[in-house]
């Protein structure tokens, strides 16, 4: 635990020195429950208690398979949110790619509803994903030498996004759980960082299907 926090104030962070993928997982869920118990714990609670609800959670889309919410939320955001948030801390021009389409399709449905113009909204994101792609192939050095230069600015933005992009999701009840909630959203962002740069991508992929499998679990019950 005090390694991520020296993480999160200096982002200094020793690589792994085992190459063996079970020690390597049973360290990352180790420090998973260390780190963030307490946000499991509360979440767990608060949707228990119908006080965390979300508002546009696939769990309350009429019409689909309980098996295609299951997979969306516990495994196919978890994929694409990796991709497009932790991926490009250790970058080459390949995962760069990756982050920058996965980004577009994720920013294309997250404001889907600010667009009135539907055809509008498509012509803008295929824009934005062409020029953002054509601008990755013009200036890839310089891009690469700005992000090892500004790592630690780049975690940080990365964390920042990451929470930005579920506040959202959820109506709340009454009092300080929106910002308590938050407070722990970046907690969460932060140690997923940490475990893709201590450990590797698949295992940050991992412990945040994990992650959404534990804090899914009142609602999985609930409309399974």
């Known amino acids: 635990m005090i390694e991520f926090f020296q993480f999160v104030v200096y982002n200094k962070i020793n690589l792994s020195q085992t190459n063996s993928y079970i020690k390597n997982v049973f360290k990352t869920i180790k420090g998973y429950f260390k780190v963030l118990f307490l946000y499991v714990l509360i979440v767990v609670i608060l949707t228990s208690l119908g006080i965390n609800t979300s508002k546009k959670s696939v769990f309350n889309t009429p019409n689909v398979p309980e098996i295609y919410k299951l997979l969306m939320v516990v495994i196919i955001m978890p994929i694409i949110e990796e991709i497009v948030f932790r991926l490009s ?3 080459n021009k390949k995962k760069l790619y990756f982050s920058l389409i996965f980004g577009n399709i994720l920013c294309f449905f997250f404001f889907r509803k600010s667009f009135v113009n539907e055809i509008f909204h498509k012509t803008f994101f295929l824009t934005t994903t062409f020029l953002s792609l ?80 534990l804090v899914s679990l009142p609602l999985l019950i609930k409309y399974i």
């Open 134 to 213: 054509y601008c990755l192939n013009r200036f890839y050095d310089k891009i690469v030498a700005f992000i090892f230069n500004n790592i630690r600015l780049l975690i940080h933005l990365m964390v920042f996004l990451f929470c930005i992009m579920h506040i959202p999701n959820y109506i709340f009840g009454k009092g300080n759980t929106p910002y308590l909630l938050l407070l722990l959203q970046i907690l969460n962002g932060y140690y997923f960082s940490f475990v893709r740069l201590k450990y590797g991508f698949y295992y940050a992929i991992f412990i945040h299907i994990f992650h959404n499998f």
């Open 89 to 91: 801390l250790l970058p």
